[in-house]
């Protein structure tokens, strides 16, 4: 749901942030004073291509902002989590039009593009009134809200799942088949089996060849060094640790006969005594084993090279070069019985395809008996709305691909006649702005179903021009199915007629003001009484009556009734 809107400096606002609330929110004002501004906004954070027109003159840039609770948007909090876009449960839409005509756009906080702004936009918001920004002018669309209206999911889901099974296994089969011979891939793949067994280690196999190489190489340091310490453990000098440590502890003996409380110490010069001479003795154990061996080292120099030169080559850490081996390996089984797994598949393939195309046939079976009742509630939804004679089809025609799609094998395209003996065309082509919106708000409205649960799946609507070539009884009617339409998503009308008007559970005014040198729009949100004042002005025109305010109560009273 949409819940602010904030512009600053577009087309003719200075300023205004715009609190909306769930229902049906109206926006009046005078002929010329912006009122379509809001849908404009709304449009250019959905992804549409802006110009710099819309930068407000004499300014640096546009900003517009909208933020949205995603409670009721379970298709747009899946797409921000698939985009990385997610923000605990909120979304932000921010887009900046600079005056030399470049623009830049942000999903919460973070840099979007377009075609990004445009596909989160279409599963945030529905705009009815401009023909190339309407979901219900998509053939995808359609079909949805056909299944949909129709509670199709049950249906729907085994086609779709068949399909993905159908196109995992095809494209397994084109895998295997290849558009060459497999003879030289085998070729290849068992040469590099054979050469990988021969030199890939195990990771405790690695670790030990280098430690080993790490000991030859410093072979001589370690001797030398080794030799040193040995001297001064137990050398011939004067000062060794060990010569001195008996020293040490023949003194201490003889001091302890004097006194017994230094036989403790000597306990302690005993104990660290024997910690010297194992220390010693394996010091020189571990000497004697240390060889110069320069032969050794050669060797594991080649095989340390030659797990380099195949990490190189097969562009795998050294440590991965055992699994990799065991990848190739069953690439190489697989191709090697590549004949008998491809009739396999085929089986599989031609099983899966028997089941779609029954669980298909199902589905369009549900699809054409929905296609007749959404056909015939939108059509007597028509009448009601001013376009007395008017029919509405869903008509439905083969898929052009033969191959088991995941929508079904047919595709519907929404038609309509506005005009009695008119041919049904396809509602994209229909001209008027008016006519196509009251059409959409007719095909919302009687895809709310009999239970009132709306079949669409975006949660805020815009209707702009709804209310274009009507009055009178016809607008009443019009304003009662967009508040039965704003009990159960959001919807945003703007309006010239107060029979609409009257409808609404909010209402917003736009009014337009001027100095002599420039012009500034204002929205406000209208209270009870500037409600029925703006309805009596638009009944009324400049001179306001007691009768035109009682008039206007009555509406707003017989609306809220």
């Not at 004073?33 to 004499?58: E, F, I, P």
């Not at 401009?130 to 509670?151: T, V």
């Not at 309006?495 to 012009?519: E, I």
Request: with cysteine; charged share 25%; glycine share 8%.
């Amino acid at each position: 749901m949409l819940q602010t809107l904030f512009v600053k400096d577009f087309a003719i606002v200075g300023e205004a942030e715009i609190a909306f609330a769930p229902g049906l929110t109206v926006v009046t004002g005078e002929t010329g004073a912006g009122k379509s501004l809001m849908v404009d906004c709304l449009l250019l954070l959905a992804g549409q291509r802006a110009d710099a027109g819309v930068v407000r003159h004499g300014s640096e840039r546009a900003e517009l902002i909208a933020d949205f609770d995603l409670g009721d948007a379970p298709a747009a909090s899946a797409w921000l989590r698939e985009e990385e876009f997610d923000d605990d449960g909120t979304c932000q839409l921010r887009r900046v039009i600079r005056a030399e005509g470049t623009s830049r756009a942000w999903i919460n906080g973070r840099p979007a593009t377009l075609a990004q702004m445009q596909a989160l936009g279409e599963r945030l918001i529905e705009i009815h009134g401009q023909h190339e920004h309407q979901a219900l002018l998509d053939k995808s669309s359609q079909l949805a809200l056909l299944d949909a209206f129709g509670n199709h999911a049950d249906l729907a889901t085994p086609v779709a799942t068949l399909a993905a099974r159908w196109r995992d296994i095809d494209a397994r089969m084109r895998a295997l088949q290849g558009e060459h011979d497999h003879s030289e891939r085998i070729a290849l793949l068992a040469h590099q089996v054979e050469e990988l067994d021969r030199h890939a280690l195990e990771p405790a196999e690695l670790e030990a060849l280098n430690e080993t190489h790490k000991r030859l190489a410093n072979a001589g340091q370690l001797i030398q060094g080794t030799s040193a310490l040995a001297e001064l453990l137990d050398g011939d000098g004067e000062f060794s640790l060990l010569r001195l440590m008996h020293r040490a502890q023949s003194e201490i003996a003889r001091l302890a006969q004097t006194d017994t409380g230094l036989a403790s110490t000597g306990d302690l010069l005993d104990a660290a005594g024997v910690q010297l001479d194992e220390a010693n003795a394996a010091l020189l154990r571990y000497r004697d084993a240390l060889d110069l061996d320069p032969d050794k080292l050669a060797e594991t120099e080649t095989q340390i090279a030659k797990l380099h030169e195949l990490s190189r080559k097969h562009r795998v850490p050294t440590v991965e070069l055992k699994p990799h081996a065991q990848a190739l390996r069953d690439e190489l089984e697989t191709l090697q019985g590549a004949g008998a797994a491809l009739e396999k598949l085929e089986r599989e393939r031609a099983a899966v395809e028997r089941d779609y195309r029954a669980a298909a046939a199902k589905l369009s079976t549900a699809r054409a008996a929905t296609a007749k009742t959404l056909g015939a509630n939108v059509s007597a939804l028509m009448g009601e709305l001013g376009m007395a004679g008017g029919r509405f089809e869903v008509q439905i025609e083969p898929a052009e691909k033969t191959s088991p799609d995941a929508q079904g094998v047919e595709r519907v395209e929404f038609l309509v006649s506005a005009n009695p003996g008119q041919p049904a065309r396809a509602l994209r082509k229909v001209a008027s702005g008016g006519e196509l919106s009251r059409i959409s708000l007719a095909i919302e409205v009687a895809a709310l179903g009999k239970d009132d649960a709306s079949a669409d799946a975006v949660a805020t609507m815009v209707f702009d021009e709804v209310d274009t070539g009507i009055g009178g009884a016809v607008a009443e009617v019009v304003g009662q199915k967009l508040r039965r339409l704003g009990k159960h998503r959001q919807v945003l009308c703007v309006t010239h007629l107060p029979q609409v008007a009257a409808q609404g559970h909010h209402h917003l005014r736009v009014a337009k003001s001027t100095d002599g040198k420039a012009t500034r729009t204002q929205i406000e949100a209208l209270d009870d009484k500037s409600r029925r004042d703006e309805i009596a002005r638009m009944l009324g025109g400049v001179e306001i009556t007691r009768e035109t305010l009682a008039h206007a109560k009555q509406m707003l009273g017989s609306a809220s009734r």
